[in-house]
């Protein structure tokens, strides 16, 4: 897969244990990065039940976080 484009990729979330991420080298030597994260510095446990309460009494608007998105 070549990205279109230029800037971030980010991948987010937990694969299954038989998906696999792959992409051509050059897609990493035209300015462009590639991220990962499971919960960036949340802990799941913790955090993630306060980000659902505020969200659900609608004192959290999640939608306006989301920029673009691609279902591969």
């Known amino acids: 897969m070549l990205f279109q484009g230029w800037g971030v990729a ?3 979330g937990v ?3 038989d ?3 792959k992409t051509h080298p050059m897609n ?3 300015e462009r990065t590639l991220k ?3 919960f960036g510095n ?3 446990k913790t955090d993630i039940p306060g980000v659902v309460e505020k969200y659900m009494l609608k004192e959290l ?3 306006k976080f989301i920029a ?3 279902i591969l």
Do not use: I, Q, R
């Open 10 to 12: 980010l991948l987010v």
């Open 15 to 17: 694969p299954s244990k």
């Open 19 to 21: 998906d696999a991420f």
């Open 28 to 30: 990493m030597l035209n």
């Open 36 to 38: 990962g994260t499971l």
């Open 42 to 44: 949340y802990k799941p």
């Open 61 to 63: 608007e999640l939608e």
């Open 68 to 70: 673009h998105s691609t």
